[in-house]
């Protein structure tokens, strides 16, 4: 569970059910998508192991929906530092990294462009904007 301030999460992870409600409300509200400035090139940091107190805490999406992971990716943390890809579909964003040491085997091909490696089960490859 998190800590809010003004409905925004400041610390902590949400489960699955949460952020499927969240998004939920936030389509059935009628919300429309806000045009984003360009997104930097991907500059790749290497392959990092992560664990349940996340090593970039912040998931930005847990299922990518695009064909571009990096470019999604990057994207959608662009407020932060790093962001990484994780376990084939996922994307997390932070402002630090490598809090659990470096990996060598991040190999599960991206979801939706396999020529793209995401990391893969509580690994990430990691890049900055």
């Given at each position: 569970?998190g800590?809010?301030?003004?409905?925004?999460?400041?610390?902590?992870?949400?489960?699955?059910?949460?952020?499927?409600?969240?998004?939920?409300?936030?389509?059935?509200?009628?919300?429309?998508?806000?045009?984003?400035?360009?997104?930097?090139?991907?500059?790749?940091?290497?392959?990092?192991?992560?664990?349940?107190?996340?090593?970039?805490?912040?998931?930005?999406?847990?299922?990518?929906?695009?064909?571009?992971?990096?470019?999604?990716?990057?994207?959608?943390?662009?407020?932060?530092?790093?962001?990484?890809?994780?376990?084939?579909?996922?994307c997390?964003?932070?402002?630090?990294f490598?809090?659990?040491?470096?990996?060598?085997?991040?190999?599960t091909?991206?979801?939706?462009?396999?020529?793209?490696?995401?990391?893969?089960?509580?690994l990430?490859?990691?890049?900055?904007?």
């Amino acid at each position: 569970m998190g800590k809010f301030y003004e409905g925004i999460m400041t610390t902590g992870v949400t489960d699955d059910a949460t952020d499927d409600a969240v998004h939920a409300n936030i389509l059935a509200v009628g919300y429309k998508e806000v045009p984003l400035p360009p997104v930097p090139p991907a500059t790749a940091l290497g392959c990092y192991h992560d664990k349940l107190e996340y090593d970039l805490p912040v998931r930005a999406i847990r299922f990518m929906e695009t064909e571009d992971p990096l470019e999604e990716c990057g994207r959608l943390c662009l407020g932060y530092k790093y962001f990484a890809l994780e376990n084939g579909h996922e994307c997390r964003c932070g402002n630090s990294f490598g809090k659990y040491g470096k990996a060598s085997n991040c190999s599960t091909p991206c979801k939706n462009d396999p020529t793209v490696m995401c990391g893969g089960t509580w690994l990430e490859n990691v890049y900055s904007h």
